[in-house]
């Protein structure tokens, strides 16, 4: 038997011998990241929050739920998708986070509940303190919009796994609402009202189908472009709305109990208004929905262009300017689109529910039915857009 001998390699680093640093992974700019970071983080923190920055658990006093009569707990996670390649691209990076916070906590307030609290996680190739402070202040400022505590996270480093200057984004979130107010498809009633409310922009959801394009088309991010008013990239990263605050609102004012009641919202994300809308409607019901009543952003209208893509397939894939639905009692419609505007949110009525008759043509594109796995209502697409 032959005795192991070391392999071949840098002779200066096996003399000094392999260390941490030199596998790829700076612990202590992780500790200046978290020094950079700490203040935003706090500032997203309420009287409920226990302890600061740095414990391997984030505390949330919940005392309050004992004035519940019946809590239920909502929970989401998410990510950015491939958003962050624009971001990387361009080196901004405080502003991914309200995309990350808005695909969370936005998916938690469609059942009426209150985002509560929020974790994240970053995975990078390499710690830059300034740019992981960048991204998680972010975070925290999308998370004070919200109201909601950035309780805990994580940055790991991936030498190897990602490049230097690759990152990757995810989080998840806690909110809590009380059984009797819980909204959703058994709320939703025929002669129910659609409201939409406007989305910032492509959001975080079909940038492969957007990145494709513009690659396609051979546009550089810093190319201005006249019918969005700013460069490409600066429309690309344009952060997204992020709902809560408004949905919670309008919730409280039109309590799901009363005449004047919101029945359901549909956080309208990958696979766009009709699928998720169909998702929040009961079997037997469909949601008819009038494109005349806006105007498609400039950047939808960019992308079909360039890429010549199909009305359907924009449709499944992007959100064309509504981030978020409220389907209302018809009593309540027009004092809850008031409402909204007066908060700042542009909103319109784009549609009724009601029952799903034989005589709808339920083939087509037009027609979406039993998305995303749930078995449930329908919703048809009407008109051209305005």
């Known amino acids: ?64 739920l004992l004035t519940y009569k ?33 695909m969370v906590v936005d998916d938690i307030v469609v059942v009426g ?3 509560l609290y929020m974790t994240d996680y970053i995975a990078c190739g390499k710690v830059v303190p300034e740019r992981i ?43 809590v609402v009380e059984a009797s107010d819980l909204l959703g498809p058994d709320r939703v009633r025929a002669g129910d009202v659609v409201i939409g409310m406007a989305s910032s922009g492509l959001h975080s959801n079909g940038y492969s189908l957007v990145r494709r394009v513009i690659n396609h088309a051979g546009w550089a991010l810093d190319r201005q472009v006249s019918e969005l008013g700013r460069t490409l990239g600066e429309e690309l990263l344009e952060p997204t709305r992020v709902y809560a605050a408004d949905c919670l609102d309008l919730a409280r004012a039109f309590p799901v109990n009363s005449t004047n009641a919101v029945h359901g919202f549909s956080h309208v994300t990958g696979g766009g208004l009709a699928a998720n809308l169909a998702r929040v409607l009961p079997q037997g019901l469909v949601a008819t929905v009038d494109r005349a009543t806006w105007e498609l952003p400039a950047i939808f209208k960019l992308v079909s262009e360039l890429g010549n893509v199909p009305l359907a397939d ?34 319109w009525i784009m549609g009724t529910v009601t029952t799903d008759s034989d005589s709808i043509l339920k083939t087509g594109p037009d027609y979406v039915q039993g998305a995303k796995g749930v078995d449930g209502g329908a919703v048809r697409l009407v008109n051209a857009y305005a």
Do not use: W
């Open 1 to 64: 038997m032959t005795s192991a001998t070391p392999a071949a390699g840098n002779s200066s680093q096996n003399a000094a011998g392999i260390t941490y640093a030199s596998a790829g992974v700076d612990v202590e700019a992780g500790d200046r990241a978290v020094e950079l970071m700490k203040g935003a983080v706090k500032a997203t923190h309420n009287s409920s929050v226990i302890g600061g920055v740095g414990g391997f658990a984030g505390l949330y006093d919940v005392s309050r």
């Open 70 to 102: 019946r809590p239920l707990l909502a929970t989401s996670t998410d990510g950015v998708g491939t958003k962050v390649a624009i971001a990387q691209a361009m080196d901004i990076h405080d502003t991914i986070g309200f995309d990350l916070v808005g």
């Open 113 to 115: 509940a209150e985002p």
């Open 133 to 175: 402070a960048d991204i998680v202040r972010g975070i925290a400022a999308a998370c004070s919009v919200a109201g909601t505590a950035l309780v805990g996270g994580e940055t790991a480093e991936h030498p190897g796994l990602l490049g230097e200057h690759e990152y990757d984004v995810a989080g998840a979130a806690t909110g």
């Open 314 to 347: 924009l449709e499944r894939t992007l959100n064309l300017g509504v981030g978020m639905v409220a389907i209302v009692s018809a009593e309540a419609a027009d004092a809850a689109v008031a409402r909204l505007n007066d908060r700042g949110l542009p909103s």
